[in-house]
């Protein structure tokens, strides 16, 4: 069975600076895609970027870029220039061959002024 | 961009009774899911649904649960007897056929059981 272990349940940042969430995952599967999901107190589940596994690049989307590092089956996500609006929690998601999402425990992240 | 439309966005009911929480997929997806996410915890698959059947379910998804697409735009989820331990948001999500484009997750539905 997969799982997706979030081994940061908080983290703080200062309005800027560069923060990184670390993921990792376990599968005998090999194609596969990865996610991370931003949920404000909202609660609503907002993707913020997608890895397909046979994908050697890393995926960026803006101030945000992965790490993946697929032997190692881990999948870190790098916030550049941290905004205010960027404190939420996060989860870290893996897909596979049946279609539904497999999330780990979250981080929340604080960016401080 | 298209949405995935969930109602009501906050329902409380009464321990015993039965809820209907609704779900309007995007109109070209054909896979169709339900999550649960207890406050404070992580997201929880419940159950999938293709082809007007259920293609798979988790071992949380038990004869408390049952979910029905009644007609070609809702996807309903419908918990009998609710316990207090139901009390959770409830996130509906569709996707297309083929990998993982276009997952797109509603915007949930508290649920307040009391």
């Known amino acids: 069975a997969q799982t997706v272990t979030q081994s940061q349940p908080e983290m703080s940042v200062q309005e800027a600076e560069t923060v990184t969430l670390s993921c990792t995952y376990d599968t005998s599967e090999s194609n596969y895609y990865l996610f991370w999901y931003k949920q404000p107190p909202s609660r609503q589940m907002i993707l913020v970027i997608r890895?397909?596994?046979?994908?050697?690049q890393n995926a960026t989307e803006n101030r945000f870029s992965v790490n993946f590092q697929k032997a190692a089956k881990s999948f870190s996500l790098k916030i550049s220039d941290s905004q205010l609006g960027d404190t939420a929690m996060y989860f870290c998601a893996f897909g596979g061959s049946q279609g539904n999402l497999i999330f780990g425990k979250g981080t929340k992240l604080s960016v401080k002024p | 961009e298209p949405e995935v439309t969930q109602t009501p966005s906050h329902q409380v009911t009464q321990m015993g009774q039965e809820v209907i929480l609704r779900c309007v997929p995007i109109s070209n997806h054909l896979y169709f899911y339900w999550y649960r996410q207890i406050l404070g915890q992580k997201v929880e698959f419940l159950v999938s649904f293709y082809n007007n059947e259920i293609s798979e379910k988790s071992e949380i998804f038990d004869d408390q649960f049952s979910v029905e697409r009644p007609d070609g735009s809702n996807f309903t989820l419908k918990i009998r007897s609710t316990k207090l331990e139901d009390s959770a948001m409830y996130f509906c999500?569709?996707?297309?056929?083929?990998?993982?484009?276009?997952?797109?997750f509603g915007s949930g539905t508290r649920l307040t059981v009391v």
């Open positions: 890895q397909e596994a046979y994908k050697q």
């Open positions: 999500a569709s996707r297309e056929t083929g990998g993982y484009y276009g997952y797109t």
